[in-house]
């Protein structure tokens, strides 16, 4: 291998500065080269997963084309762009774009205002994503915003900001389409969606603020670049790094030659799939062939048979080209281009489009691949080069299943693919369905084709391929050969599911699971393709071959991908508000423009400390284990290795309150942290870590789900309950008793910014200084001075902003700091700890899993008279927060329904699982899951709507809960009422009803579901608050208070208190950070109380500050604000000041059953309406209206973005989010690629939200915290599907009643659609095998 001396120097441009690296390290890839190196230490391009799969990272790349003598501008994620990939091309971020100390761009400051910004985390890679699109489209349509949005995930505001900022670039779309007249539909002259005589406003920004977006002021590309670009000797680069070696061959013929010296070596296209190869799997490649563009990898030719694309084509390019040829072509002859289109734009998001390459795709043969199914049903093939020569190679079964005759020889390049032409007589189409719309693997997918016999239905040839059904795509050959000669007709049909099934046979426990779920859509997407190709045939000769039945005709479709719309209604301020308050208006959240800047800084975008450490851990493999030996030799032994931490360095407390920093004798879950390897780089810390030997010996019994749990007796907290009125003898007088179980599984917070610390040890008295994000820094404080034995008053916890919390980091973070604090203690060495996003999942675990168990008694007009009811979550192996989150469950367990004679219990169950935690909602999304699902089937056994069961037993008047508190639900009849009118909801029900009688394979359901959420905590001093407030001789104000900044704006809230009380412009007012030091013991910032007690505790401060100036001010009182700041200094009045909230004065007596448990409730409702694919599980949201009973919004953008990014965070719990483990507790999902979060995709395509206005005298300025009701709300969505599928399953013959366990996925869907697909797969006796994942709930 050459040394690394004699490298080139690789050249490309960041932001319009050249960069030349002398020996470019071929192992290190944009993202980090852009955030870690010195030279640049660009940190506004975020980590958020390291593979692709969250956008967080997306940078514009743009290279020039000397064929075409274009400039090609294309998003990409820059944790799978290797640097050496980058040679010539000019590189984009989104300092480059705009920021604060230059100039903010028009798409920062439009999605800034818009709102689209919360936590910021995601903002870099989203304004990367529209300013590219922007840079290739100034005026997009809708379709191209969604579709530029797809590959960027966000956890906090639920997109439709986001897409309505990136609307405002296309002309005329500012407006509400909703009368598609281009008039708004808050236009009060027609049937309005809003009664005249409230005082609603619409308008959450003011666009005639907006820049204009200058498409000519953007940078020029290099004119370097375009010189490399053109220079007619390019010779062949090499790029040597410290362990590998990057090959850029310039011709063809160059490139054959090395592959020729090295076959073994990776043709580096995207990198899409060997790039995660290496970060996932730890393969290594000492050499990299990298090739540049030349012509032979990118033609496209169109021939008389078909088209040949080039290899090196992207996948956005191979859409393009297919766009063209398709558009030019007569349809009979591109069916095969058409299947590809459909697939292309659903494939991974828009950044992996661009990147991924045809040729990567065809040869990396992934067994989830979307396009290959089609090319080999197209009967494509490929050609391939080696320097021995040319061939063609079908591109079939054999070469797809890797048989031996056909693979690919490691020196063989695959040049281009030729997809034939389809004939008249022939159809094709491919079929997927995924977890998630777009960016989704398939869980299963196919291309399929047929011919005919000229002018008849009898089959000449007919082709099968699956993917995600066995390592790789598989044709179902025998099956298809059997076929031949047969007519296209339903016996062919059947004939053909009963073969195929028995042809590809997914064993009961496959890698991935859903396993009877992947085999029923085998057959369902066969009879798709066989309703597609009857249809056709019907097109082809309508008198000859009958078309399907017209209620048939839906299933022949796939959702659409529409852009999502709607309006945002809340109360306008009072018009004699002074001008200058700025409380009740939508203010911007304060650090929105430097979210969308990158200029907002996270904890790993501190620059580095000098003499700075990474921390990796080691973590157990096993639920429950004696560790019998820990061998750290070979670790420390490692290049840049310094220590290797374990539970013997800590000094203090190992155990605090139940929770273990470092595991030591035993092991409880898989996940737990047993040592950590400090050294100089991660890089070095990760290598070493891997390199600890853990010996252990199993324990039994090892518990991992609620039921093992409730065999073993195995609890974290005692019974918690509440009872009233007499349950026994109401049951014996009633009507009906049902019973159930539901079950409602876990969900992950996926906060974008996943758990980060910084550990500065101090010089002087045992001194620690933390960064981290943290919803509670005071936890931490604790943790850390137990783990260290050092007072509290040493250890410093300073929290700026966290990417992203939602309850994930209340606890966790007190853990992980003391981790870190022991690593940097015994180095003495500052240490930085980022969790990677797979180990943040696996040990940080999420929301409980419950399980609900029901007895419900009722009289036949579905009036509830008794209910008992027990609830158990499965906490995992230590105490967190399962104890609270258990009384949370059985307080709020009535949600808004009277029931007089009520019983509910609770417990929190003890596992070998990670430890559960708090997340949005504190146990409430999940119980009230239950209460829904058991009215529900109240109302089915008594033949009446959901709704009206809802209606007869909610709550009417002053009443008290079953706690026997006094509550009056005023607010709740308004929401309910306004909700069911509003949103039209008895007719939509109707046209669902009439549309379901039309269509047997697609239904439509409805759901409306009304919330009681009860705010704040139980106990009283978890209520309390305090403020510290400055002023400083210029005027300027210093605000800091014990609340943290999770993106839900509550530091901007704390600002318009400030400015109101004090009187003074926002401008004057600094928020800058959360610190132990400046308000000691504060508490959690979580349960929706944020704003409520800083709020207080800062109205406190400042109205302390007021009393003593208003001698002075009402001496001058003309005077001005510095005057007076200036006067009072003078006179020696003190300018800071302490502000307090004592709390709220809660209480609940357990022994007792009763208490005044929570200072007031939020109440809500929303509808959403779904419709189903009967035949693949799929769904889509067709739209949603919430009425959330905001009291007085402070801020009504924060409250609508908490509602929303709420809302959409419940529904993607109810719907798409599905935690996998393995029955030995291992967390199989733990990453964006296997743990779905929604996406733009996913959200309603119509979405209204109403803040209603009530009165809140209790809390601040008459307000209501809502954080976290919303999240419940998208149970709506839930509902809606189990309306869809009861549908279903009534007109297939089954009964109303079947599960309604949480999330409905599409695999829960469909298997609940129970057909003759369902009944015709096999099943496999469950005690014969061990399934891949279990559920724990
Ligand atoms: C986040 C994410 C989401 C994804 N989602 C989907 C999805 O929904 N559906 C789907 O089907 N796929 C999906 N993929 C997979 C993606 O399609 C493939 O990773 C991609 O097409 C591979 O192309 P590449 O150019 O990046 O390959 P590379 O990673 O550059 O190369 C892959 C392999 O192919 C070989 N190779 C490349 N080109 C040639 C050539 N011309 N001749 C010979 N060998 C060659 C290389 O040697 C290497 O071994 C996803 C990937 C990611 C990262
Ligand atoms: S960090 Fe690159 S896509 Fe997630
Ligand atoms: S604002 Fe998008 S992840 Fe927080």
Redesign the pocket.
Known sequence: MPSVSNSDELIFFVNGRKVVEKSPDPEVNLLFYLRKVHILCLTGTKYGCGGGGCG?CTVMVSRYDPKSKKIHHYPATACLVPICSLHGAAITTVEGVGSIRKRIHPVQERLAKCH????????PG?VMSIYTLLRNHPEPTPDQITEALGGN?????GYRP?VESVKTFSPGSTVCQMKGSGQCCMDPDEGSFVSREEKICTKLYNEDEFQPLDPSQEPIFPPELIRMAEDPDKRRLTFRGPRTTWFVPVTLEDLLELKSSYPKAPLVMGNTSVGPSIKFKGEFHPVFISPLRFPELHLVKNTENGATIGAGQSLAQLKDALDFLVSEQPKEKTKTFHALLKHLRTLAGPQIRNMASLGGHMVSRPNFSDLNPILAAGNATINVMSKEGEQQIPFDDAFLEGSPETKLKPEWVMVSVSIPYTTQWHFVAGLRLAQRQENAVAIVNAGMSVEFEEGTNTIKDLQMFFGSVAPTVVSASQTCKQLIGRQWDDQMLSDACRWVLEEIRIPAAAQGGMVEYRRTLIVSLLFKFYLKVRRWLNKMDPQKFPDIPEKFVSALDDFPIETPQGIQMFQCVDPNQPQQDPVGHPVMHQSAIK?ATGEAIFIDDMPPVDQELFLAVVTSTRAHAKITSLDASEALACPGVVDVITAEDVPGENNHSGEIFYAQDEVICVGQIICAVAADTYAHAKEAAKRVRIAYDDIEPVIITIEQALEHNSFLSSEKKIEQGNVEYAFKHVDQVIEGEIHVEGQEHF???TQSILAIPQAEDKEMVLHLGTQFPTHVQEYVSAALKVPRSRIACHMKRA??AFGGKVTKPALLGAVTAVAANKTGRPIRFILERSADMLITAGRHPLLGKYKIGFMNNGEIKAADVEYYINGGCTPDESEMVIEFIVLKSENAYSIPNFRCRGRACKTNLPSNTAFRGFGFPQVAVVVEAYITAVASKCNLLPEEVKEINMYKQTSKTAYKQTFNPEPLRRCWKECLEKSSFYARKQAAEEFNKKNYWKKRGLAVIPMKYSIGMPIAFYNQAAALVHIYLDGSVLLTHGGCEL?QGLYTKMIQVASRELNIPQSYVHLSETSTVTVPNALFTAGSLGTDVNGKAVQNACQILLDRLSPIIRKNPKGKWKEWVAKAFEESISLSATGYFKGYQTNMDWEKEEGDAYPYYVYGAACSEVEVDCLTGAHKLLRTDIFMDAAFSINPALDIGQVE?AFVQGMGFHTIEELKYSPEGVLHSRGPDDYKIPTVTEIPEELYVSLVHSRNPIAIYSSKGLGEAGMFLGSSVLFAIYDAVTAARRERGMSDTFPMNSPATPEVIRMSCTDQFTNMIPRDDPSTFTPWSIHVS
């Open positions: 967080a689209g910004t919360q936590c910021g985390f995601c903002s989203m995930l966000c956890r906090c505001t986001i979210h906060y974008m910014e990417g992203g993106g990014g």
